[in-house]
């Protein structure tokens, strides 16, 4: 008895919710009859509720055919309408997650290196099997780049000069930024295309924008140089000419220098993989209610920063410097109001330089001698990997009006640093 009475109500319960949702969605069109039929319907409904088995199931019945009768697609619903409703609530409550609560962003360049790493490379040597690369694509976002020689020769590399603008990713080898249509023709993106030469013939190579290609380059030519100065500045201006490339009607002129590596016709020039940067879970509640504190890593929208407003985006950098806050750096030490900055586990690493923390670099507002005061209602932001971060030393202060929120955990890829963010 007590399980015909549980569904009794389940089943009333539900028929008046369906009696409801066609109120709410047709009463501007329902005519004075439908008005009627409903009405009828929640009354066979209520009176079910106080029946038992055979004669509450009559009613419920009686019930449905009314509800059906003036439900059109709203009852019975049909499975297009019940998915497309599911489906846009869904979206609607991802959305509403995403705007005010968490948000996922993805670091694309190593500024915050090791914290949080931005895309790096494997150098690779063969074909790995698809289904081994599969694998490093679904854990660790690795996508494989190779280019092959067109000709046998000796490998010239475009060079960076003066005159050169490639803007605030810079680099020592010359690139131009191209649009690459993704997504079957959808959606575009810019990479940075660089052209090699080998012998008489050029090819060239499309790598992500915020990609640091310079230093895979040094490290798939020169394994033994720290530096890209240790290669160039120790050759002869009889290793660098300027070679003119002509592409689509369009003519070049590039600085190349000359690598003395022969390669033969089809050979690999670079094999790698790129490695995806970290994606984080970005906490936007937090700070709507106690504001940043020094060592969070925040994210912030560079549109109101007049040195980066070219384009409008979003940098993760550590908080380093409050409103009325003096910073200065000396040696591999950042000091905050004339003490050595604390807050974060990172501060610590980077002034003793452990493992792969370098320390902190004189550039920019900080060069070597100089202190800055932070303006009122504004930020300085550096990264952890400070000899290669564009932060604030170079573009200036962060409006606390464009904070976003803080990093709080790493959901890929599934390498050790998976988890809460430091």
């Known amino acids: 008895m007590f399980f015909k009475k549980d569904r009794i109500k389940k089943v009333a319960k539900y028929l008046l919710g369906v009696a409801k949702k066609i109120e709410n969605y047709r009463k501007d069109i329902l005519t004075e009859e439908q008005v009627c039929i409903l009405a009828e319907a929640r009354k066979r409904i209520n009176e079910g509720l106080l029946l038992d088995g055979r004669d509450a ?25 019940e998915n497309g409703e599911v489906f846009l609530f869904a979206a609607i409550l991802a959305l509403a997650v995403r705007t005010f609560f968490f948000q996922p962003f993805r670091i694309p360049t190593n500024s915050m290196y090791p914290t949080y790493a931005g895309m790096t490379f494997e150098l690779a040597e063969g074909r790995k099997r698809p289904l081994e690369q599969f694998c490093r694509w679904v854990l660790l976002g690795a996508s494989n780049f190779n280019v092959q020689a067109n000709d046998s020769g000796t490998l010239q590399i475009p060079i960076t000069t003066r005159e050169d603008k490639t ?12 649009k690459t249509r993704k997504c079957l023709g959808l959606f575009s993106s810019p990479e940075r295309e660089y052209t090699f030469v080998v012998g008489a013939r050029h090819t060239t190579l499309r790598v992500p924008l915020e990609f640091s290609f310079d230093d895979l380059v040094l490290a798939a030519l020169f394994p033994k140089a720290k530096t890209w100065g240790e290669i160039l500045n120790r050759q002869s201006a009889k ?4 070679l003119k490339i002509s ?10 220098f000359d690598t003395g590596i022969q390669k033969s016709n089809g050979e690999d020039i670079f094999n790698f993989d790129i490695l995806s940067g970290d994606m984080l879970f970005v906490d936007k509640l937090s700070y709507h209610f106690c504001p940043p504190k ?3 890593a925040f994210v912030f929208r560079t549109r109101s920063i007049e040195r980066l407003n070219y384009d409008d985006k979003y940098y993760i950098k550590r908080l380093v410097g409050l409103e009325g ?6 040696g591999a030490t950042l ?13 610590d690493l980077n002034r003793k330089q452990v493992d792969a923390y370098p320390g902190y670099s004189n550039t920019g507002l900080l060069a070597e001698g100089y202190s800055i005061e932070v303006p009122p209602d504004h930020y300085f932001a550096m990264g952890d990997n400070s000899p290669n971060s564009y932060d604030s030393r170079s573009w200036g202060f962060v409006p606390k009006g464009e904070v976003i929120g803080k990093a709080i955990f790493i959901l890929y890829p599934f390498t050790r640093r998976w988890g809460w963010a430091k």
């Open 57 to 81: 199931q009559v009613n419920f019945s009686i019930a449905d055919q009314l509800l059906q009768s003036i439900g059109a697609d709203i009852y019975p619903m049909t499975g297009l309408v």
């Open 239 to 242: 290793h660098f000419r300027l």
């Open 294 to 296: 020094i060592g969070d």
């Open 247 to 256: 592409r689509n009607g369009h003519e070049d002129k590039v600085n190349y």
């Open 335 to 347: 000091y905050r109001n004339y003490r050595p900055i604390e807050g974060a586990e990172a501060f």
């Open 167 to 178: 803007g605030p990713y810079g680099g020592v080898l010359y690139y131009r930024v191209v």
């Open 325 to 330: 806050d003096v910073l200065q750096v000396e």
